[in-house]
Nanobody, 119 residues
Framework: QVQLVESGGGLVQAGGSLKLSCAVSGDTFSTSDMGWFRQAPGKGREIVATIKWSVSRIFLAESVKGRFTISRDSAKNKLYLQMRSLTPEDTAVYYC????????????WGQGTQVTVSS
């Protein structure tokens, strides 16, 4: 089992920055991929960024490319999403997710942290 707890969300003005954190605990060695997803009110879940350690591959959604970056501090067992140049369209609940080795999809999810960007 893997447990994920997000933090760092809040209210920020357009053009500002936020850094989200995801504390990872449990059987962390079984985790291969990590990612951030978001869901705005009335909309479906949207992928934001993923990271694959084994092949050093990072994916960023087109909507956030050039503004967001994903990283992980293995010593602290934390995943980060650094967000800058935020716009109201970035307003959503942001979820940390993990994929077990051998799993077809992300199968562990945090409770989410609210990010609200005001104009």
């Amino acid at each position: 089992q893997v447990q994920l707890v997000e933090s760092g969300g809040g209210l920020v003005q357009a053009g500002g920055s936020l850094k989200l954190s995801c504390a990872v605990s449990g059987d962390t060695f079984s985790t291969s991929d990590m990612g951030w997803f978001r869901q705005a009110p009335g909309k479906g879940r949207e992928i934001v960024a993923t990271i694959k350690w084994s092949v050093s591959r990072i994916f960023l959604a087109e909507s956030v490319k050039g503004r967001f970056t994903i990283s992980r501090d293995s010593a602290k067992n934390k995943l980060y999403l650094q967000m800058r140049s935020l716009t109201p369209e970035d307003t959503a609940v942001y979820y940390c997710a993990a994929q077990s080795r051998g799993a077809a999809d992300f199968n562990y999810w945090g409770q989410g942290t609210q990010v609200t960007v005001s104009s």
